[in-house]
Protein backbone atom coordinates (compact mmCIF):
# COMPACT_ATOMS: atom_id res chain seq x y z
CA UNK A 1 0.00 0.00 0.00
CA UNK A 2 2.86 2.22 1.02
CA UNK A 3 4.45 2.03 -2.95
CA UNK A 4 0.49 2.82 -4.18
CA UNK A 5 0.41 5.80 -2.40
CA UNK A 6 4.16 6.98 -2.86
CA UNK A 7 3.53 6.82 -6.42
CA UNK A 8 0.09 8.50 -6.29
CA UNK A 9 1.68 11.56 -4.20
CA UNK A 10 4.65 11.67 -6.75
CA UNK A 11 2.32 11.72 -9.92
CA UNK A 12 0.16 14.68 -8.16
CA UNK A 13 3.41 16.90 -6.77
CA UNK A 14 4.93 16.35 -10.60
CA UNK A 15 1.73 17.74 -11.87
CA UNK A 16 1.69 21.18 -9.78
CA UNK A 17 5.25 21.32 -10.48
CA UNK A 18 5.38 21.32 -14.26
CA UNK A 19 1.97 23.51 -15.16
CA UNK A 20 1.85 22.29 -19.28
CA UNK A 21 2.18 25.22 -21.84
CA UNK A 22 -1.08 25.40 -23.16
CA UNK A 23 0.26 26.03 -27.16
CA UNK A 24 2.78 22.81 -26.59
CA UNK A 25 -0.54 20.98 -25.60
CA UNK A 26 -2.36 21.84 -28.45
CA UNK A 27 0.18 21.05 -30.66
CA UNK A 28 1.33 17.60 -29.60
CA UNK A 29 0.79 14.44 -32.06
CA UNK A 30 -1.48 11.77 -30.01
CA UNK A 31 -0.11 9.09 -32.45
CA UNK A 32 3.21 10.38 -32.68
CA UNK A 33 2.88 9.70 -28.68
CA UNK A 34 1.71 6.29 -28.14
CA UNK A 35 4.58 4.71 -30.94
CA UNK A 36 7.47 6.36 -29.12
CA UNK A 37 5.56 5.17 -25.49
CA UNK A 38 5.58 2.34 -27.37
CA UNK A 39 9.30 1.94 -28.54
CA UNK A 40 10.72 3.14 -25.22
CA UNK A 41 8.58 0.24 -23.69
CA UNK A 42 10.16 -2.61 -26.05
CA UNK A 43 13.82 -1.10 -25.67
CA UNK A 44 12.93 -1.05 -21.41
CA UNK A 45 11.88 -5.01 -22.16
CA UNK A 46 14.85 -5.79 -23.78
CA UNK A 47 17.04 -4.25 -21.62
CA UNK A 48 14.99 -5.81 -18.44
CA UNK A 49 15.90 -9.98 -19.98
CA UNK A 50 19.06 -8.92 -21.12
CA UNK A 51 19.80 -7.86 -17.63
CA UNK A 52 21.29 -10.48 -15.37
CA UNK A 53 19.70 -10.90 -11.88
CA UNK A 54 21.82 -10.17 -8.85
CA UNK A 55 21.11 -13.00 -7.20
CA UNK A 56 21.28 -16.09 -9.57
CA UNK A 57 24.76 -16.97 -9.93
CA UNK A 58 25.59 -16.60 -6.01
CA UNK A 59 25.60 -19.54 -4.00
CA UNK A 60 23.32 -20.40 -0.71
CA UNK A 61 24.95 -20.16 2.55
CA UNK A 62 24.26 -23.65 2.73
CA UNK A 63 22.46 -27.03 1.43
CA UNK A 64 18.49 -26.63 1.47
CA UNK A 65 16.61 -28.65 4.18
CA UNK A 66 15.84 -32.48 3.68
CA UNK A 67 12.21 -32.35 2.20
CA UNK A 68 10.61 -35.87 2.97
CA UNK A 69 7.55 -37.75 2.79
CA UNK A 70 6.41 -39.65 6.17
CA UNK A 71 5.83 -43.17 5.03
CA UNK A 72 2.99 -43.43 8.15
CA UNK A 73 0.82 -40.93 6.28
CA UNK A 74 2.15 -41.55 2.53
CA UNK A 75 -0.62 -43.26 1.85
CA UNK A 76 -4.61 -42.08 2.49
CA UNK A 77 -6.95 -45.34 2.23
CA UNK A 78 -10.74 -45.48 3.21
CA UNK A 79 -12.46 -48.39 4.08
CA UNK A 80 -15.58 -48.84 4.73
CA UNK A 81 -16.71 -50.88 8.28
CA UNK A 82 -13.17 -51.49 9.06
CA UNK A 83 -12.43 -54.06 6.48
CA UNK A 84 -9.07 -54.13 4.49
CA UNK A 85 -10.75 -55.29 1.06
CA UNK A 86 -11.04 -54.31 -2.31
CA UNK A 87 -15.42 -54.21 -2.06
CA UNK A 88 -14.46 -51.33 0.56
CA UNK A 89 -12.66 -49.20 -0.59
CA UNK A 90 -13.62 -45.39 -0.42
CA UNK A 91 -11.71 -42.98 -1.37
CA UNK A 92 -7.76 -43.05 -1.58
CA UNK A 93 -4.24 -41.04 -2.27
CA UNK A 94 -0.69 -41.27 -2.22
CA UNK A 95 1.46 -38.66 -2.53
CA UNK A 96 3.64 -40.04 -5.36
CA UNK A 97 6.80 -37.27 -5.29
CA UNK A 98 8.28 -33.98 -3.95
CA UNK A 99 10.42 -31.53 -5.59
CA UNK A 100 12.09 -28.89 -3.51
CA UNK A 101 13.71 -25.86 -4.00
CA UNK A 102 15.49 -22.88 -1.10
CA UNK A 103 17.04 -19.64 -0.98
CA UNK A 104 19.27 -18.32 1.46
CA UNK A 105 21.54 -15.51 2.08
CA UNK A 106 24.24 -14.69 4.82
CA UNK A 107 21.88 -14.78 8.40
CA UNK A 108 18.88 -14.33 6.33
CA UNK A 109 16.08 -17.38 7.04
CA UNK A 110 15.81 -20.20 4.49
CA UNK A 111 12.72 -20.12 1.98
CA UNK A 112 11.69 -23.00 0.70
CA UNK A 113 9.44 -23.82 -2.14
CA UNK A 114 7.76 -27.13 -2.74
CA UNK A 115 6.05 -28.79 -5.46
CA UNK A 116 3.86 -31.94 -4.00
CA UNK A 117 2.71 -34.98 -6.42
CA UNK A 118 -0.47 -36.54 -5.46
CA UNK A 119 -2.08 -39.53 -7.26
CA UNK A 120 -6.12 -39.77 -6.04
CA UNK A 121 -8.42 -42.08 -6.40
CA UNK A 122 -12.16 -43.49 -5.74
CA UNK A 123 -12.99 -46.73 -4.95
CA UNK A 124 -16.63 -48.56 -4.96
CA UNK A 125 -17.61 -46.98 -1.38
CA UNK A 126 -16.04 -43.75 -2.52
CA UNK A 127 -19.13 -41.01 -1.67
CA UNK A 128 -19.72 -39.08 -5.06
CA UNK A 129 -17.66 -37.91 -7.51
CA UNK A 130 -16.05 -34.96 -5.29
CA UNK A 131 -13.35 -35.20 -1.89
CA UNK A 132 -11.76 -32.76 -0.06
CA UNK A 133 -8.42 -34.42 1.13
CA UNK A 134 -6.34 -33.31 4.29
CA UNK A 135 -2.35 -33.06 4.20
CA UNK A 136 -0.06 -31.39 6.41
CA UNK A 137 3.54 -29.73 6.33
CA UNK A 138 5.72 -29.57 9.00
CA UNK A 139 9.47 -28.37 9.75
CA UNK A 140 11.26 -29.82 12.19
CA UNK A 141 14.86 -29.70 13.76
CA UNK A 142 16.70 -32.83 11.81
CA UNK A 143 14.98 -36.19 13.99
CA UNK A 144 14.14 -34.04 16.62
CA UNK A 145 11.01 -31.78 17.62
CA UNK A 146 8.38 -30.45 15.49
CA UNK A 147 8.73 -26.83 14.93
CA UNK A 148 5.86 -25.81 13.04
CA UNK A 149 2.86 -27.56 11.40
CA UNK A 150 0.50 -26.64 9.03
CA UNK A 151 -2.83 -28.11 7.23
CA UNK A 152 -4.11 -28.08 4.02
CA UNK A 153 -7.30 -28.57 2.14
CA UNK A 154 -6.98 -30.06 -1.38
CA UNK A 155 -10.49 -30.41 -3.03
CA UNK A 156 -10.68 -32.74 -5.85
CA UNK A 157 -13.18 -33.78 -8.53
CA UNK A 158 -13.35 -36.98 -10.48
CA UNK A 159 -14.93 -35.85 -13.61
CA UNK A 160 -16.77 -37.90 -16.48
CA UNK A 161 -16.65 -40.80 -13.89
CA UNK A 162 -13.18 -40.75 -13.41
CA UNK A 163 -11.12 -43.12 -10.74
CA UNK A 164 -8.04 -41.18 -10.36
CA UNK A 165 -6.56 -38.00 -10.70
CA UNK A 166 -3.30 -36.44 -10.81
CA UNK A 167 -2.88 -33.02 -8.64
CA UNK A 168 0.61 -31.27 -8.12
CA UNK A 169 0.06 -29.04 -5.10
CA UNK A 170 2.71 -25.57 -4.77
CA UNK A 171 3.95 -24.53 -1.82
CA UNK A 172 5.53 -21.02 -1.93
CA UNK A 173 7.77 -19.30 0.56
CA UNK A 174 7.76 -21.53 3.73
CA UNK A 175 10.37 -19.53 5.94
CA UNK A 176 12.19 -20.91 8.67
CA UNK A 177 14.28 -18.53 10.27
CA UNK A 178 17.75 -18.88 11.33
CA UNK A 179 19.80 -17.90 14.69
CA UNK A 180 22.44 -16.94 12.82
CA UNK A 181 25.32 -17.86 9.74
CA UNK A 182 26.16 -20.84 11.11
CA UNK A 183 22.67 -22.62 11.13
CA UNK A 184 22.33 -24.32 7.70
CA UNK A 185 19.57 -26.07 6.26
CA UNK A 186 21.18 -29.06 7.25
CA UNK A 187 19.52 -28.60 10.90
CA UNK A 188 16.11 -29.02 9.71
CA UNK A 189 13.62 -31.43 8.14
CA UNK A 190 10.52 -30.87 6.00
CA UNK A 191 8.19 -33.59 6.59
CA UNK A 192 4.85 -33.87 4.55
CA UNK A 193 1.77 -35.90 4.75
CA UNK A 194 -1.85 -36.97 4.73
CA UNK A 195 -4.50 -36.39 7.36
CA UNK A 196 -4.86 -39.82 8.07
CA UNK A 197 -6.53 -42.04 11.08
CA UNK A 198 -4.81 -43.96 13.45
CA UNK A 199 -5.62 -46.94 11.50
CA UNK A 200 -5.35 -45.40 8.16
CA UNK A 201 -1.25 -45.04 9.68
CA UNK A 202 -1.21 -48.94 10.76
CA UNK A 203 -1.66 -50.12 7.47
CA UNK A 204 0.85 -47.67 6.17
CA UNK A 205 3.19 -49.19 8.59
CA UNK A 206 2.36 -52.68 7.38
CA UNK A 207 2.92 -52.43 4.24
CA UNK A 208 0.05 -53.54 3.09
CA UNK A 209 -1.25 -51.94 -0.77
CA UNK A 210 -4.31 -51.63 -2.90
CA UNK A 211 -4.13 -49.71 -6.24
CA UNK A 212 -4.91 -46.57 -6.31
CA UNK A 213 -8.16 -47.36 -7.73
CA UNK A 214 -8.59 -50.32 -6.08
CA UNK A 215 -12.34 -51.31 -5.81
CA UNK A 216 -13.09 -49.60 -8.79
CA UNK A 217 -16.37 -50.73 -10.78
CA UNK A 218 -15.87 -54.50 -12.40
CA UNK A 219 -12.87 -55.21 -10.51
CA UNK A 220 -12.62 -57.92 -7.58
Known amino acids: MRRAVLSVLALALAATAAP ?13 EQEQERREREQREREWMLRPAPLRDRPNAGPCPFVKILYDAARYV ?4 GQQASAAVGFTGEIEGLEAACVYREADPIVVDIDILFHLGRGPQADGAQHTYRYWVAVTERNSAILAK ?62 IDAGAAGQQ
Open 150 to 211: EYFELPVSFENGADRVMVTEQIRGLTIPRRDVSISGTNFEILVGFEVTPEMAAFNRAGARFR
Open 20 to 32: VDGAWAQSRDPDR
Open 78 to 81: EFEG
